[in-house]
């Protein structure tokens, strides 16, 4: 059975940072596309940032030069930076094109 599983949500202040982490089990996600979605309140879910299993990313123009999308074989990161209160969103991790994360809460607030 399929697993993925975020980590690193939570209250950040306007202009900090935060790590989000997430890991899919089975080594077979290492040869898949992984990316970050996430979804305000009253708003559709997003995408944010896509990594390929060779490296390439792809980000929305929102979040271009403030955050980063990373990968280690079955596991992704999002670094984000400069974080502003309209990044306030449940943030999933979708792997393969296929599997969702449960979701994780940031919150920008001062």
């Known amino acids: 059975q399929v697993q993925v599983v975020e980590s690193g949500g939570g209250l950040v202040e306007p202009g900090g940072s935060r790590r989000l982490s997430c890991e899919a089990s089975?080594?077979?996600?290492?040869?898949?596309?992984m990316a970050w979605h996430r979804q305000a309140p009253g708003k559709q879910r997003e995408l944010v940032a896509r990594?390929?299993?060779?490296?390439s990313t792809t980000y929305a123009g929102s979040v271009k030069g403030r955050f980063t999308i990373s990968r280690n074989n079955n596991a992704v990161y999002l670094q984000m930076n400069s974080l502003k209160p309209e990044d306030t969103a449940v943030y999933y991790c979708?792997?393969?094109?296929?599997?969702w994360g449960q979701g994780t809460q940031v919150t920008v607030s001062s």
């Open positions: 979708y792997v393969a094109n296929r599997y």
């Open positions: 089975g080594s077979i996600f290492r040869f898949s596309d």
């Open positions: 990594i390929t299993y060779s490296g």
